[in-house]
């Protein structure tokens, strides 16, 4: 009876969702004023939608089924359970790689929430989330400069690398020229950022609502309001800008003793957008890149005694 009970609310869960973005759809298309656009963007929000809901309805039904009966505090529990913690973070990981997005900033933050997060998710998020990341072709950079600069980035710069020099879950960054020989580094949002942002946090607010009304013991509305609050801000590439001048200034004030040891890239603003940034191009290498902080001729000691000094002065 549980199982069938169990199958019955997962089914209720996915056929909610189909209707709902089906009537959603045709209603944007019919009064859009762009209805190729939209007419592209109902037809992936819904499949996304779709596969959120069987993905959230299978981990919701693994808890449920397997830990069935099962005592609190026994060991058989704490084996399922660390079983199913498993399997299901596969399940979101691969998830959240197939809709891409946001989604994968999810994961990555999922990876940082060690002190609320199962353990088992931490671990999957955090091995693959960092180096798989979405890449956006040469004309959809293209598309994002001609809407925010007004025209091609071999207008705007007098040389841009239409290949990436990395990629993450929401931008990717170039390596360009200004027209007075400045070398830049320039952020670009990813396109499907801007159409399918809102649409997609509306999914997963859905998904986690349904899914605690299903499943009261499965409750993660607190990542809902984490989310709300965030990425707005992760979005709006002008507020990174000035984050880097406020940081600045802040240890010039705060921490003299270090300020010198501490440098932002400078922000070129006339070329930068909310979903455009350019900034002074700095190569380096990572904190914990001991050779290649040796081959730049820096003692890794120094580098460490540093970090200790800003920890110090920080916290």
């Known amino acids: 009876m549980a199982t069938r009970s169990l199958w019955r609310s997962r089914a209720r869960l996915v056929v909610a969702a189909t209707a709902v973005v089906g009537g959603a759809t045709a209603a944007a298309v019919a009064t859009s004023d762009n ?22 309805a299978t981990i919701a039904f693994d808890y449920e089924y397997s830990l069935w009966g099962l005592p609190e505090g026994s060991v058989e529990r704490s084996r399922v359970k660390h079983e199913v913690h498993s399997r299901c973070a596969v399940r979101l990981q691969e998830l959240c790689f197939r809709n891409g997005g946001i989604y994968i900033k999810l994961g990555q933050h999922i990876s940082q929430l060690e002190y609320l997060v199962p ?13 798989r990341c979405p890449v956006s072709s040469y004309d959809q950079v293209c598309e994002v400069f001609k809407k925010e600069l007004g025209g091609k980035p071999n207008e705007i710069f007098d040389e841009f690398d239409p290949v990436p020099v990395a990629s993450a879950s929401l931008a990717q960054v ?37 899914l605690h009304w299903l499943f009261p013991s499965f409750d993660y509305r607190w990542l809902l309001d984490e989310m709300r609050e965030s990425l707005p801000k992760e ?46 191009y700095i190569d380096g290498a990572q904190v914990n890149d001991t050779k290649a902080i040796k081959w730049l001729k820096i003692q890794p000691n120094d580098v460490s005694r540093l970090v200790s000094v800003w920890i ?4």
């Open 35 to 56: 209805p190729p656009k939209t007419l592209k963007l109902c037809t992936a929000v819904p499949i996304r939608l779709i596969r959120d809901t069987i993905t959230a």
């Open 119 to 131: 353990q088992e998710y931490v671990h999957t998020m955090r091995e693959s989330m960092l180096n």
């Open 174 to 210: 170039h390596a360009a020229r200004t027209h007075d020989g400045q070398k830049v580094a320039v952020k670009v949002q990813h396109t499907h950022m801007t159409d399918t942002a809102a649409a997609d946090h509306a999914t997963v607010e859905f998904i986690v609502n349904t």
């Open 235 to 280: 979005l709006d590439f002008l507020v990174e800008a000035r984050h880097s001048e406020k940081c600045l200034d802040n240890f010039r004030k705060l921490s003299p003793q270090i300020a010198d040891s501490v440098y932002a890239p400078r922000v070129h603003w006339n070329l930068s957008t909310s979903k455009l940034l350019t900034m002074e």
């Open 312 to 315: 110090l002065f920080t916290c």
